[in-house]
């Protein structure tokens, strides 16, 4: 479904990013995913009357990290607020959160378009704030659940600009961000369990028209391919009305993946509903910028800038670069393999053919492969070594892939090490030469394209273990002398 070219689309995005710490935000309450429903509570994330709230030092390094790393402002002083709303899943009746003085202000990420120009997306704000629990619908019948687990999970709420113009452009900066999370290892980025959850505020204007339209509030997107999908349906839907002469009602809508379709959930609260206060329980917290320095010293490189040094010092094309930094994960699955003496153009090429077209097939991740980058280092480094030819090396790659056990123990176990021996390779050869006259006759009456022929049939006889250069140099000789 495309939108209608007389309209531009104006989006801005809200990423809730779970902090991976060990424990909550305000508690020393376990945020492991998984557990039996409200077993990971206590009285202070369960709201108890008289509990003190005491911040986690985790969490604040987190911010820090994840604000330096797209080039944010960190205050030097931030507040807690009161975020006053009534559901089943928040015991207090308010979330605590950052309104006014948040962490971190005026980020940026940038994208890479379809067309491979890049664009600056501004970040408006990163704050801090508390999770709410979750209420459970499914196979209840005349009720709901509550499961507290989650309620005091760490969050960082991450506000861009309006700046993306398209669905497009929302999943690279998604991505951007999730990989920036994930290099960072401050949040796993898993959107199907709920560890990063996106909203997405939509409206459209007519080109060449400067003010913004009515905005509406997407929620329910857990995945990228969800988030771009919902944009373009929301846009068209804004679109069609102002177009029949209608005009866009300011709202949150549900996502329903189900359907393809976005539903009222209920009219778009302003700061004013929430009624925010400061946190009488949490005082300003203070960062200094000697504490800044200091978590600056450790970030870790980050995804654009091993990109640049894997085509700068490894000789990657950018589109090899952009595949293999795309995540954490695969970024040092191809370093690992390279440390083990495989060529960087070699490895980048059988991660990103072999590795991941298998991976993709079975619907795992780099880090669920049985092929270890230690094993996929060393079967490079035998391709090298001419122990064995490329297409040998396919077949001990699929062993791999199922058994996960070493290159040389498979290649030794089947037998599959490459022939060098130009004795025996000459015994195959001219056995060829005697079974084949009449193509040995038309090679040297000038049809020189009956080498091929002539190669396979000594790769054939030899199970593909003949050493390829050796058998076309001696064929070569054999031919013309």
């Known amino acids: 479904m495309s939108h209608d070219p007389l309209y531009e689309m104006v989006i801005g995005l809200e990423v809730h990013a779970q902090m991976r710490t060990r424990s909550k935000i305000f508690c020393g309450c376990s945020t492991t995913f998984g557990a039996e429903a409200n077993t990971q509570i206590c009285p202070v994330c369960a709201a108890f009357p008289g509990v003190l709230p005491v911040l986690n030092t985790e969490l604040v390094q987190m911010a820090i990290k994840t604000g330096l790393a797209v080039h944010g402002k960190i205050r030097e002083k931030s507040e807690f607020s009161r975020k006053n709303y009534f559901y089943p899943d928040l015991p207090a009746g308010y979330q605590i959160s950052q309104f006014e003085l948040p962490i971190i202000e005026q980020g940026e990420l940038t994208i890479e378009r379809d067309d491979g120009s890049h664009k600056r997306i501004g970040i408006t704000r990163i704050h801090m704030e508390v999770d709410a629990g979750k ?194 994960e695969m970024a040092m699955f191809f370093e690992e393999s390279v440390q083990q003496g495989a060529h960087p153009k070699t490895a980048a090429n059988w991660i990103s053919v072999e590795l991941l077209g298998r991976l993709n097939r079975e619907n795992l991740e780099i880090e669920q492969s049985k092929v270890s980058p230690n094993h996929l280092g060393r079967l490079i480094t035998l391709i090298q070594n001419n122990e064995i030819s490329g297409k040998i090396a396919k077949q001990v790659f699929d062993i791999m892939f199922e058994t996960g056990a070493n290159p040389e123990t498979i290649v030794q176990e089947h037998g599959l090490k490459q022939v060098s021996d130009t004795g025996a390779i000459e015994s195959i050869i001219a056995q060829v030469l005697a079974d084949n006259p009449q193509q040995v006759q038309q090679y040297r009456e000038g049809k020189t394209k009956v080498m091929g022929f002539l190669v396979g049939q000594v790769m054939k006889a030899t199970q593909g273990k003949a050493n390829p250069t050796a058998v076309n140099a001696i064929l070569q000789d054999k031919l013309t002398g």
């Open 135 to 328: 209420s459970l619908h499914e196979g209840i019948q005349g009720a709901s659940w509550i499961d507290l687990n989650r309620t005091g999970t760490p969050l960082l709420e991450i506000v861009s600009e309006p700046d993306l113009s398209t669905p497009q452009e929302a999943g690279a900066y998604l991505k951007k961000l999730r990989a920036i999370l994930r290099y960072l290892q401050v949040c796993d980025g898993n959107m199907e369990e709920g560890s990063l959850r996106c909203d997405a505020n939509v409206s459209v204007r007519r080109h060449g028209h400067t003010k913004l339209g009515t905005r509406t509030e997407l929620k329910n997107l857990n995945s990228i391919r969800n988030v771009m999908r919902a944009i373009e349906y929301e846009a068209n839907r804004q679109i069609d009305i102002l177009e029949s002469g209608g005009s866009i009602v300011q709202e949150t809508r549900l996502w329903d993946a189900n359907i393809n379709a976005s539903r009222p959930m209920r009219n778009k609260e302003e700061a004013h509903d929430y009624r925010y206060f400061p946190e009488p329980d949490l005082p300003p917290l203070v960062i200094t910028q000697q504490r800044i320095d200091a978590v600056a010293q450790h970030l870790p490189e980050l995804p654009d800038a091993k990109r640049q040094r894997f085509v700068r010092d490894l000789g990657l094309s950018e589109y090899d670069a952009g595949v293999l930094t795309a995540t954490r």
